[in-house]
């Protein structure tokens, strides 16, 4: 009984080394990368390695053992991608195929070329190709699965045919086996896209990489991108889009991302002797680095106001009353240079008014009875300046965040000045224009004001 049983374990052990010895002897190149790193090429060519032995059809030679017997014969694989080299190799490591090829990137979309080589005749068995879109970790899960089932001579659904959410299977006489559980595999259609930059011929800029100049077509997928222009001295703002989800097939370059701008600061105008000083706050936002749209509001003053009512008096110093208010829609567009300097020009537009009053006395000639004679006699000049924008240059200073703004804005606008001297007599202001030799410009005309605005800038 013992002797039968012996017998038994010969023949299955014989049996099984005869099934073994039936699977053909392989060996593994490295991809050759293109267009990505080597290590990632290296861990590609190790799943690859890796779906063959689970297929069962060949006698896999293992990665380590194969690196030590090429070392020993002081053989380089770095450079070996032609078939001879591969027999070569082959006959070295007393292999019957050898496996070869590339893994290779596109634009957005990967690609991997595997050939099979009898080692004996030299010639090509098989060859297998496929196209991935998307991530690297696809070709991973997917490229290599399907191209390990091919060379296996298994049937295989077609990864870029199968449906959205399914699983890719590999069909055998008897059974349905998963190569991979997570391979579901979209079906939609590349979309293509002109990228377009917002400045005549700059230059477009997408994940850190140069693109071209002005227009471009591009193969969109659904990841998101980083897209970036570059002109002159400026390069905008990163803006991360994902293409695929645009409306229409163009998308401009260089004029969507946006920041919060916030400033502070003292404004004053000069108008003839006067300066007329108030604060200007303002609120907006940049695109980009290079335009900037801004809400400003101006208001300010100084003693004195209550003399817009006041009756003659011959008491009175030399006095001015100012009341300035106003608001404006800014744009300016700035050149930046690095992160410190911003130079800039632009227009404004709203509405401000200024009312100014001086009082002072002047020697003037005065008849009373009987009798002619100069005496200081008070002086009012009522001055209104209504400005409805214009022009403007800037200059800003700093680092990154914070900047000093200095703006000189020439508002342009029209202007009243009516002058009146005080009749000490009857207590009542006397307009100076009636008398032509006591005329003192009154009347109505257009003026440029320049003004000048010295701002604490503010990047959120």
Known sequence: MKLFILMLAIVSCLSAQDQNSSKTNIAILNLDAIEISAQEAQILTKKLSSELVKQGMYTVLDRGEMEAILQEQGFQQTGCTSSECAVEVGQLLGVQKMIAGSV?????IYYVEVRMIDVTSS?????VDHNQEGTIEKVLTVSMPYIAAT?????????AKAKEDSTLFVETQSQKVVVDTVVPVAIEKPKELTLFSHHNRGTIIMDGKVLGKDKIVITADNTDVILQEKKWFYTSKPDTVNLAKKKGNTAGVGGNAKEAILSA???SARNGESILPAVRLSAGVIRQ?????????IFGGLDGIGMFTDTPSATYDEKTGIVVVGGFYEWCYDIELGQVLKIGAGVGTGYMLVREQTLRTIAMPITLPHVTQTVEVPVLNDITY???????VRTAIGYKKIFLESMVTFNMGIQNIS?????????????LDKNPLENYGNGVSFKVMPMLSLNLLLTL
């Open 265 to 267: 600061g003292y404004f």
């Open 419 to 431: 002058s009146q001297r005080a009749n000490l007599v009857a207590s009542e202001w006397i307009n």
């Open 386 to 392: 209504v400005s409805f924008g214009g022009p403007k």
């Open 151 to 159: 060379l296996s001579n298994k049937q295989v659904v077609e990864p």
């Open 123 to 127: 010639k090509i068995d098989k060859t």
């Open 289 to 297: 680095s290079a335009n900037s749209h801004e809400l400003a509001l």
């Open 104 to 108: 290779g990137k596109l634009g957005t």
